[in-house]
């Protein structure tokens, strides 16, 4: 018995690791009823993998049998693996059991497609209905919604669930069409549609109804595999912006291809998984969202791809020189937040620090800048130690000899955002 | 001496307190009022190294007296600030009281927003070692593993850099409201324990049981292993054997961690 549930479970989370979205932040659900669990804050990881991504949800797949045929999808139909499928009250249980333990913040609940769509998403469905209604559980619930269910399904799915999400996995469509011939970008587009609206009318009425229920608070996200299709670092963050404006997303997220099969449409196994690649679609993704910058400031037509050597935003910097020298004393929060080296929170607190004195090289070191870096772009109450007028060429060959030797001792992979 | 002593204002003073949050607001507020030349703090039962030229003061905790130290501190500072005084007294590090003295002695020195003011030595210190403090609190809050007993309770060692316990009762009071749970600060030998209505500080006393050594079997549930195992289990199988760096995961969990962590062990 219990050993049937291992298998199961190996198989499960196995096939479930590639998805890498973990977050468990964003939603509002309180423990109201005196059952057990919230989903308040920020969300928690309660682990590291060995690879060094946060574990803060069970992250499973209610079954891996599926009638679909992705090529960059280990569960796909033509792959020779074993299958198997938990059963509605085995889910529940390991949530509760995990849960109660402190191991986990909630469920993250996804399938393969079994029979259809509505079939499959009615069975995620009342795993979520039942951890909330009969076992008053309040943690954290993401459902992978499946392309083509009904409306009406969806509509139960936001009742219990607090983040909703269906995976584009593929940025281009052309690259959709040759990957994942069984899909359509039309069933997977209609469902966001219909949570967005669903989101914002739901929003709208709990404004004048204190008492109206939640619905999907924590919103949609998605996921996109890099490097699975040839597509450029602009292809990838032009879609996501796309999705970040036109339909509400919360979170896109980036997961390297972890090659999986030796179709010759995929790269082959063995080739190294893009982990920096997926580091700098990062680190763009945040610039976007926190700092201001328009996606067409840092990819475009002229410049399709990130810089693997630097980060985005210093590459910015580098080649519109012409915003800096930024004075720290007196520029806005918008233009100091554009110096590499200066992070967000760094940003504001030099703006509350400078109305008491004027600002030196030793107090911006103290509130944390990495000046190794600001230091090429910024002036402040101290004399200038260093030459100016240096070339881009010249500041990024200092930057980068300076943090080679750092680059080098983490294999080659960079993993802080502005560093 | 007592406190109510007179003190010529330029002599140093080494103030001795009761080691409770209290204790310390109190003698912040005798400090403060009194005009002391303030050269150290120390705890009554512990000898402190204070130096030889101050003169020791004894205070007596008064809790109205801390009351409006923290009420004045609430007018002049988001409250933010002043749970991060509170938190650089949980770090129980060396100095820090006189740290925390000297900081809110410049938050009601009138500056606006004095808070805010990072080239500040002593607000930047409140700053960093609260944040210190809050990381770990955090690190608790993820790295508690409850193991069911046999009637029930769920129960979890842990073995804190800083005195983070009693930060933490209330995300675990209000997240498992629906279970007795006790968490345990092996080091500091104290826990808080909840009975699915309050949460309660308490000391076990271990020693006299023949108790530790009785099989563990007997003390846990029976579905224990069961879960821990799974655990395990997923554990193992969520890794992405491609993507390894052991690196960023000991940094992530720092080895000082493992050992109550089931995953881990
Ligand atoms: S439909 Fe989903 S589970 Fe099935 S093969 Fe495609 S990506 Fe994999």
Redesign the interface.
Known sequence: M?ER??EK??IL??A???DVSCSSSGSKR??HN?????ATGSG????????????SL??ILLTNHCIFDCAYCVTRKSNDIKRAAFTVQEVVD?TM??Y????IEGLFLSSGIFKNADYTMERLVSVAKKLRTEN?FNGYIHLKTIPGASDELMHEAGLWADRLSVNIEIPTESGLKLLAPDKNIKDMIEPMTYLKKEIIRTKEESKIFKSAPLFAPAGQSTQMIIGASGESDKDIMHTANKFYKGFNLKRVYYS?Y??ISNDNRLPELGS??P?LRENRLYQTDWLMRFYGFHVQELLNDQFPNLDPEIDPKLSWALRNMAFFPVDVNTADLQLILRVPGIGVQSAQ?IV??R???K?GWD?LK??GIALNRAKYFITCNSPITDRKDYTEAKIRQFILNESRSKFLT??G?Q?NLFG | MEASSIIFSDKPVNVSYDGTWYGLLTAVFEAYSKKWNVSGFSTINHESQSDFFAEKVIVVTDEAKAQRVWLGLKKKVPKENCIQLYRCYLSEMPGMEFAIFSCIKFYFSG???PH?????ADV?KISQTSKMVYREK?RM????????TADDL?Y?GIEPDFNVIPLLSQHFA??????NWLIYDIKRKYGIYYDQDKVEEITLNFSNETGEKTAVKDVFHD?ET??Q???K???K?????????????V???PKRYWKH????K
């Open positions: 219990s549930l291992h479970l190996e989370a196995d479930a690791k590639y309180k423990n005196k059952g057990l669990g919230e928690i990881c309660h682990t590291y993998t060995e690879d060094g991504r946060c574990v069970l992250k390991l059991n995990f109660r333990r402190n191991y008053k390297g972890v090659p190294a998984v982990v607190k509350g620090a109305r008491f004195n600002l107090h103290k509130i983490n294999g992979q993993y | 500056f606006d927003s805010l003011a990072y080239g500040n930047l955090h809050e993820a790295f508690v593993r409850f193991q069911r769920y979890a209000e997240r498992y409201a629906d279970q579905s069961l879960y195992e799974l655990w289990n997923y554990f199988n969520v890794n992405i054997p491609s993507r390894r760096n052991i690196k960023l995961h940094q992530h969990v962590l089931i995953e881990k």
